[in-house]
Nanobody, 123 residues
Framework: QVHLVESGGGLVQAGGSLKLTCAAS????????MGWFRQAPGKEREFVSA????????YYADSVKTRFTISRDNAKSTVYLQMNSLKPEDTAVYYC????????????????WGQGTQVTVSS
């Protein structure tokens, strides 16, 4: 069993920054790739970013590339999402998830999910 807990969300003005944290417990964290997804009101959940188990490769949605940075600390079983230059369209509930099998950009590839943290960007 894996337990994921996100934190760090909040209300920020456009152009501001937030850093999300996802703390994991349970299975050996360092052997699994991790991802961040988000779901805006009235929209489907979408891929944001992913990082391989080693931290050697990272992936981003085009909409956040150059603004967001994913990282992980395997010693702390934690994955982070640094979000800079935030825009109102980044407003969503952000979820971290642990990759089980399949492409990193597909929700179906992830076996465990956190409860989500709300990010609201005001204009």
């Amino acid at each position: 069993q894996v337990h994921l807990v996100e934190s760090g969300g909040g209300l920020v003005q456009a152009g501001g920054s937030l850093k999300l944290t996802c703390a994991a417990s349970g299975r050996t964290f360092s052997t699994y790739s991790m991802g961040w997804f988000r779901q805006a009101p009235g929209k489907e959940r979408e891929f944001v970013s992913a990082i391989l188990w080693s931290g050697g490769s990272t992936y981003y949605a085009d909409s956040v590339k150059t603004r967001f940075t994913i990282s992980r600390d395997n010693a702390k079983s934690t994955v982070y999402l640094q979000m800079n230059s935030l825009k109102p369209e980044d407003t969503a509930v952000y979820y971290c998830a642990q990759l089980y099998s399949g492409p990193y950009y597909s929700q179906a590839s992830y076996g465990y999910w956190g409860q989500g943290t709300q990010v609201t960007v005001s204009s």
